[in-house]
């Protein structure tokens, strides 16, 4: 009997082993105790992410961290920290459901550290690509950006200060670990955990060189900066919030040297919601102190390669004569994506695209929802669609390229990375 792994893309392999020779990921079907594993997540060198569900259905993500690249002490050291961490319960922090530890084969000089937490569909990068698709769509404006991202900064903050106040760091707030419930809350993920790989750029603190802090104080002002580098590029490159103080008070908190940065979490928070609620109007003409602080329309996306999801200037426009059956549709489809209903979306754009079969950011949408599905054909397609009608859209060459990457096809994900980015020169 034919077996297949769950890589991007899944391909055969030999049904008597459990991991794939050819890329590391677990075999289609395999049960880990008492969860079976559905679909991978994401892989990093030393970790691998699953979502997988239980016996009584739950949904939880699997996250498997190899020995040889995570030693025993590191990973006690972690594992303690995330159990204190569930005893605080703090709103913004997403705690630990489980650990264990896992040998795939009991002759196998491997084995793996396994976290167990709840599945959380969107992060921050998901948050952010939906939202600039809703602005291409003129359904949001920069004031109505702000009030609903800062709040969720501000409560990923405040559990970064709280653990800094207990002495503890977290290693990489970096919008994958920013997962939000669709109902205004943020939470922040992987704490302990998220020490045992080290950021990647541009999140890597300068001050961590070839390895990681050299002590917790050091770990601490190395989380503030990362944080303030994610704060700048979701305020200034996303929302195109261009106050001078504004930046200037970023860039102390992401200075190269640790101690000219702020003393502690809390005092950069402080400065930050002073900055933003002092009443100073941005280049745009929008007063911050007029911004309302409600979150209560937060949701997830699709891919993007980069934070730096600077918006270019449309090629084509939300229809403004669209028949009001066509706009429910979209309008309707756009609620269950934010929703997590990705399903039932794609059934709405399609329904749509019925009566308007040319429209770009219908088919963009579908292959939206395609990708967060894990249908990464389907998304491709859709987004090929998309093209036809809108192939100056920068946004749309680098979702196609982030599908082909899932897939594997990293020569042809690049070619689509240089494409957008050519466009973005040429704006």
Aim: net charge neutral.
């Amino acid at each position: 009997m034919q077996a297949t792994c769950l890589g991007n893309p899944p391909h055969p392999m030999d049904p008597t082993e459990v991991l794939c020779r050819q890329c590391g990921a677990l075999r289609a079907g395999f049960a880990l105790g008492i969860y079976q594993v559905q679909s991978l997540l994401g892989m990093r060198p030393g970790c691998q992410a699953y979502a997988a569900k239980d016996q009584t259905g739950r949904t939880v993500v699997l996250k498997l961290f190899s020995s040889h690249r995570v030693p025993l002490h590191s990973w006690s050291v972690a594992e303690n920290i995330a159990w204190q961490i569930r005893k605080w319960q703090h709103p913004a922090i997403h705690p630990i459901l489980n650990s264990t530890q896992w040998t795939p084969d009991r002759s196998a000089s491997i084995f793996y550290y396994v976290s167990i937490h709840d599945y959380v569909p969107g992060n921050l990068l998901h948050l952010l690509a939906f939202y600039a698709r809703q602005q291409k769509q003129q359904f949001v404006n920069q004031q109505m950006l702000v009030s609903m991202l800062f709040p969720l900064l501000h409560q990923i903050g405040q559990a970064l200060s709280f653990a800094h106040e207990q002495g503890v760091w977290h290693g990489a707030p970096m919008p994958t670990n920013i997962l939000t419930d669709g109902k205004g809350q943020g939470k922040l993920a992987d704490f302990g955990f998220a020490r045992l790989i080290p950021p990647t750029s541009p999140y890597l603190p300068p001050e961590w060189g070839q390895g990681g802090p050299r002590s917790a104080e050091e770990a601490i002002l190395s989380d503030q900066y990362i944080f303030a580098l994610l704060c700048a590029q979701v305020l200034v490159d996303f929302c195109k919030l261009h106050d001078p103080m504004l930046r200037m008070m970023l860039q102390k908190g992401f200075h190269r040297q640790p101690e000219q940065r702020y003393p502690t979490m809390q005092h950069f928070l402080q400065e930050l919601d002073g900055q933003l609620r002092r009443g100073t109007p941005s280049q745009s003409g929008v007063s911050f102190s007029q911004m309302s602080p409600s979150m209560s329309q937060i949701w997830q996306w699709s891919p993007s390669r980069s934070l730096s999801l600077d918006t270019p200037s449309m090629e084509r426009k939300a229809p403004q004569a669209a028949s009001p059956t066509h706009r429910e549709l979209m309008i309707e489809g756009n609620k269950l994506y934010r929703q997590g209903r990705f399903e039932e979306a794609i059934k709405r754009y399609q329904q749509a695209l019925k009566l308007d079969p040319r429209n770009a950011t219908l088919w963009t949408s579908i292959g939206d929802a395609s990708f967060a599905l894990e249908l990464y054909a389907e998304a491709i397609h859709a987004y090929d669609q998309a093209l036809m009608y809108a192939p100056r859209d920068r946004d749309i060459w680098m979702n196609k390229g982030a599908a082909l990457e899932a897939m594997g096809r990293k020569s042809d994900a690049n070619k689509c990375y240089q494409q957008a980015q050519l466009l973005e020169e040429n704006e």
